[in-house]
């Protein structure tokens, strides 16, 4: 038998190290590739009223609800402060209004760039990230590649965006906003780092308020009325007084041009309309002006040749602000399921996270009103559909609080990330390994700062528990305690009711817990805010 010489073993034993270390930097490359994939879809107030898979009886969201069947919803998820800014402040670094430091949508202030958020750290760790669509944060985006955004609320019609050129360096874009924003999110994806993993947060205008629909879908809901909420006339008797005090009822505060689409002041219309903002038709183009126009002026001057008085007209109100918001929601689900088809048709899907929420809920009615803001249910609740395939299995519902400050700490667990300690959320993986589970959390915070702004709504707090709501309107009457078991619609404040009287300190000591947990000011300092 020939022996083996000693310089061949060194060779051999060279060859095994080479190997072995080519496999290792295989499989670290491996795992690099397997970190999934974030697609973030993030609307403006739309209410899960509006959602198929949330129990909807006023339109259908096939798309949407396609995350719910393929993934999982959650039944139970909340915002911090609902209004747009906060909420999406909250987003990026899952802490509450007053560590993040953007309370308001009012005043000056921007949102602080140079703190940590979620995308600065998944860019950090090798993610290509973009950002497409609302920002509304006032400040320039940051921890994004790659970012495109409109100016504070943006245009539904031919929207001017801008990039890291500035703001003075504005790109107008001719057609609608939704289907722009996912064109820019689709071309980005197109065009990525394509050896990398990807956070794509695609962020719609819709269905915020002004509520212009997709000159496409103008006739949807035309063939009959959109059932009423059972609130639709609530007179907030029996409540907190500050609630009579609202600037954002149907009766009393719609805007004729703004609102109901009319081109010219409307004879009836009251002293609230003294407050014009500029219609959606001037920053349209002829033809799109000749569609509008087609539609809306026969059906105005039918309303003008015999209005309608009171209630009725409080329902024809109803009628042209849900038809209209329901048509901007169908241009979002039509958008959700092209962005669903570009990630099957290029092999994306099972290492994907989709994601879809909106900023906070919103009124569709309910109590009279339009808007978000106080803590009542319709506006306090989040949408929360997320798809993914190797955690999630399919139609999976989740009944466990969840909040916007818990997004951020979710995302980062779920690629592998170290969670920061200054983060106030918790990542929801245990609940997606093990939906029965019940250790985690049985109560949230909210905390509203503006006061008596645009829609009359003052500063207040509360917690929120599986049965009790605690609101404490501080800066006016105090306390409202909200038994949701009796009284899901909220109708009925029994804080002095003697049966309830151990619900109520029991609250109350769940309020001072978490006010504690999260280290809030005093009720003066949040008062400057």
């Avoid at 090798?126 to 409109?150: C, I, M, Q, R």
């Avoid at 559909?385 to 400050?405: A, H, M, S, V, Y």
């Avoid at 306390?479 to 899901?488: A, F, H, Q, V």
């Amino acid at each position: 038998m020939a022996k083996l010489s000693i310089p061949n073993c060194v060779t051999c034993l060279r060859l095994v190290c080479w190997v072995v270390l080519e496999l290792s930097f295989l499989n670290a490359r491996a795992e690099e590739y397997r970190r999934p994939n974030i697609v973030f879809i993030f609307t403006d107030d739309h209410a899960i009223q509006s959602i198929g898979a949330y129990g909807s009886k006023i339109n259908k969201t096939p798309h949407i609800d396609r995350l719910a069947s393929e993934g999982g919803i959650f039944l139970n998820s909340f915002c911090g402060n609902s209004i747009c800014g906060p909420s999406r402040a909250s987003v990026l670094t899952g802490k509450h209004s007053h560590k993040n430091g953007f309370y308001t949508n009012s005043g000056g202030a921007e949102f602080d760039g140079s703190q940590m958020t979620f995308p600065k750290l998944l860019q950090k760790a090798g993610y290509s990230t973009a950002l497409v669509g609302k920002w509304h944060l006032k400040s320039n985006p940051t921890g994004f590649d790659y970012w495109e955004v409109v100016p504070g609320q943006g245009s539904y019609y031919n929207p001017d965006f801008y990039t890291s050129a500035g703001q003075d360096k504005m790109k107008r874009y001719e057609g609608y906003i939704t289907d722009i924003t996912t064109d820019l999110g689709l071309q980005w994806l197109e065009q990525r780092d394509q050896d990398k993993p990807f956070l794509l947060m695609c962020q719609q205008k819709a269905p915020h308020r002004t509520w212009a629909p997709n000159l496409k879908h103008l006739y949807n809901y035309d063939d009959a009325p959109v059932p009423e909420p059972d609130m639709l006339f609530d007179d907030w008797t029996g409540r907190s007084e500050t609630l009579a005090s609202n600037a954002m009822s149907i009766r009393d505060h719609f805007i004729y041009q703004w609102d109901m689409k009319f081109q010219e002041r409307v004879p009836i219309a009251n002293d609230f309309e003294s407050r014009l903002h500029e219609p959606e038709r001037p920053r349209m183009t002829p033809k799109q002006q000749a569609v509008w126009d087609a539609y809306y002026e026969p059906r105005n001057a039918a309303f003008l040749a015999s209005p309608p008085t009171g209630d009725d007209l409080v329902r024809w109100k109803y009628q042209r602000y849900i038809k209209n918001y329901l048509r901007c929601i169908d241009s979002v689900d039509e958008n959700v399921g092209r962005v669903l088809s570009y990630l099957d048709e290029n092999g994306l899907s099972e290492n994907t996270i989709v994601i879809y929420s909106s900023d906070q809920g919103f009124y569709l009615g309910e109590h009279g009103w339009y808007d978000k803001r106080w803590m009542y249910e319709e506006s306090l609740r989040m949408p929360f559909l997320i798809r993914w395939p190797e955690k999630i299995q399919p139609g999976t519902r989740f009944d466990q609080l969840l909040q916007n400050i818990d997004y951020a700490p979710t995302l980062l667990e779920a690629v592998g990330l170290e969670v920061p300690e200054e983060i106030q959320g918790a990542s929801i993986l245990p609940i997606l390994e093990d939906p029965d589970t019940d250790d985690w959390r049985k109560y949230l915070y909210y905390h509203y700062y503006e006061h008596l702004t645009e829609h009359g709504v003052p500063r207040h707090e509360g917690v929120r528990g599986e049965r009790f709501k605690l609101i404490n309107f501080y800066s006016n009457d105090g306390l409202e305690l909200i038994d949701l078991k009796t009284d899901p619609n909220e109708l009925r404040d029994v804080s002095g009711v003697r049966e309830y009287a151990g619900a109520l300190e029991e609250m109350k000591t769940q309020l001072e817990r978490l006010r504690g947990k999260y280290d809030l000011p005093s009720h003066e300092e949040s008062a400057t805010h």
